[in-house]
């Protein structure tokens, strides 16, 4: 079954959504992302702080499971469904409150690459490749996932990425920003994390999301940064600064 694929976790605050397909390389068959949206919903509804994606069996996501396709074609309402609940799943993902990190090793393909981009931060282990292969096939790629490759990379890295459907080192994708920071520092990320504010990292989260759409300044962001000086938490915390 499709959502058995999705194990979800929890280590204290921290939370731990993991992709057990190894046999498949954790590629997402086309059920799948229905189950994905519904296990990001339930951290959604949980308390934890963080949440890590990653992948079993030493590699991350394969992506999208191409073996889906073929019975695709010819049903126009199945190419639609599919589309809707990949947007559906990664939007959820992208959306959430809290902090999201991909965790990334072995593959990282396709759909895989736009799972990793809807969270963020991305840390890859030296031996992660990553690559985006639908002029290969035939097909396109979401023009939300092109939208947020272009974010991070550039219009011509994207292209590059694109039209050459070429394999990319952890180091190069490190090197042109598509990858935030190489293993094994993740536990560094996820403590520095974990040890910050929560009504912060949501505004700050908020903050990045809004600056990345182009938005300079907003009455409401300022609004909520006013709460956060004159709230209890920045007391507490600077009188512990103090004392230490």
Not at 60 to 83: E, K, S, T, V, Y
Not at 122 to 136: E, L, M, Q, V, Y
Not at 199 to 221: F, P, Q, T
């Amino acid at each position: 079954m499709a959502g058995a694929m999705f194990r979800l976790d929890r280590d204290d605050a921290c939370a731990r959504l993991t992709l057990d397909r190894p046999e498949a390389r954790n590629a997402i068959p086309s059920a799948g992302w229905a189950a994905l949206a519904e296990t990001v919903g339930q951290v959604e509804a949980s308390d934890a702080g963080l949440l890590v994606v990653t992948g079993a069996g030493g590699t991350f996501c394969a992506g999208a499971d191409l073996a889906d396709f073929p019975a695709m074609r010819g049903d126009a309402a199945a190419i639609a469904r599919f589309r809707a609940e990949m947007r559906g799943a990664l939007d959820r993902l992208r959306g959430l409150a809290i902090p999201t990190v991909a965790l990334i090793d072995g593959h990282c393909y396709g759909a895989g690459v736009a799972l990793a981009m809807a969270c963020d931060l991305r840390i890859a282990a030296p031996d992660a490749r990553f690559a985006i292969t639908p002029a290969k096939l035939g097909i396109g790629y979401p023009q939300e996932d092109v939208h947020r490759l272009v974010e991070l990379v550039g219009p011509g890295q994207a292209a590059r990425i694109l039209f050459t459907a070429g394999t990319l080192s952890a180091e190069e994708a490190l090197t042109i920003g598509l990858v935030d920071a190489f293993r094994p520092r993740e536990q560094e990320f996820i403590a520095a994390i974990l040890a910050n504010d929560r009504e912060s990292l949501a505004m700050l989260k908020d903050a990045i999301r809004s600056a990345a759409a182009g938005v300079r300044s907003d009455g409401g962001m300022d609004a909520r940064f006013d709460a956060l000086i004159a709230g209890e938490e920045m007391a507490r915390r600077l009188e512990a600064l103090r004392r230490k």
